[in-house]
């Protein structure tokens, strides 16, 4: 059985098209939209305890962007996209973050295909 190429959960949309971080802009809580062809990679790392975990928008280190997500502290993967002409890295933290990469990983390398 195949895995479906879809990912939701409330915070953060993946489907084919593009990945959709819901409440990323500040202070409008507007969403961004990221089509699937402009992310060149990912990078999946441990929530830090203390700065990252307690951000609950925005940024502690000036390198990523995080959208609005007062569940945060209860999380611990953190997932940084290499998107073509952005900066700071947008950056997410899925509440399931092993489910998320597989269908980000068979995304993109469908895209590369």
Do not use: N
């Not at 959709?20 to 062809?37: A, C, D, M, N, Q």
């Not at 790392?45 to 609005?68: A, E, M």
């Not at 073509?84 to 933290?93: D, L, M, Q, S, V």
Request: net charge neutral.
């Amino acid at each position: 059985m195949s895995t479906p190429l879809f990912y939701d959960d409330g915070q953060i949309q993946l489907d084919r098209e593009a990945l959709t971080l819901r409440r990323y802009h500040f202070p409008s809580g507007t969403s961004k939209v990221i089509p699937l062809r402009d992310i060149r990679g990912y990078r999946v790392s441990p929530l830090g305890y203390l700065l990252q975990r307690f951000r609950i928008w925005g940024s502690t280190d000036l390198q990523r962007w995080l959208p609005l997500d007062v569940s945060r502290p209860l999380k611990s993967t953190l997932v940084t996209l290499d998107v073509e002409g952005t900066f700071p890295h947008p950056a997410c933290t899925p509440a399931r973050p092993d489910e998320f990469v597989v269908v980000l990983a068979e995304l993109l390398a469908a895209q590369d295909g």
